[in-house]
């Protein structure tokens, strides 16, 4: 008996489909394992209280996103507060946005003070980084997905 509630436990968790927490984009993209590796960076910046608090659109790469950039990995570590928090702040528009909001003008302002260039030819792109079709409306900003980096650091080129 004890044997077979053991075996029906593993076997829930086994099915269970890990549910996306949309109170924020900060929560989103923690949550998400399409954008796990961007959700880590979001993590360690110090912009993560304003990007769960405040109405923003975070601008996600997939994981695919970075496979061919590298030196993502060294942002991690300790000492690169600054490169971290321009990287996060480069992929943050401090307002919500949907799809075609964004799509809509030419430019868009960034957390970190730049501006995202945006083009519709050939599809749409954010300084030159693909911009998947859709997005996503969480309870406090929205989340637009990328299938590449729209922003790397002077320092990690």
Same mark, same amino acid.
């Given at each position: +008996? ?5 075996? +029906? $436990?593993?076997?829930?968790? +086994? /099915? ?12 989103? =993209?923690?949550? #998400? ?16 209280? *304003? ?5 923003? *659109?975070?601008?996600?790469?997939? $994981?695919? !996103?970075?496979? /061919? @950039? =590298?030196? @993502? &990995?060294? &942002? ?18 401090? +307002?919500? &946005? #949907? ?7 030419? *430019? ?6 730049? #501006?995202?260039?945006?083009? #519709? ?24 997905? &990328?299938? $590449?980096? !729209?922003?790397?650091?002077? *320092?990690?080129?």
């Amino acid at each position: +008996m004890e044997r077979q509630g053991r075996d +029906m $436990d593993r076997f829930q968790e +086994m /099915n269970q489909v890990k549910v996306e927490n949309k109170i924020s984009p900060y929560r989103y =993209v923690i949550s #998400t394992e399409r954008h796990s590796r961007f959700g880590q960076l979001v993590k360690a910046s110090s912009l993560s209280r *304003t990007i769960h608090s405040s109405g923003v *659109t975070l601008l996600c790469p997939t $994981d695919d !996103a970075f496979e /061919n @950039w =590298v030196p @993502w &990995l060294r &942002l991690i570590k300790e000492g690169n507060q600054y490169e971290i928090d321009d990287f996060v702040g480069n992929h943050v528009i401090p +307002m919500t &946005l #949907t799809y075609d909001d964004l799509k809509s003008k030419d *430019t868009h302002a960034t957390l970190a003070g730049t #501006t995202l260039e945006i083009s #519709t030819r050939g599809g749409i792109t954010a300084n030159e980084a693909r911009v998947r079709s859709g997005h996503v409306i969480t309870e406090n900003g929205s989340v637009i997905g &990328l299938d $590449d980096l !729209a922003y790397v650091p002077r *320092t990690l080129r």
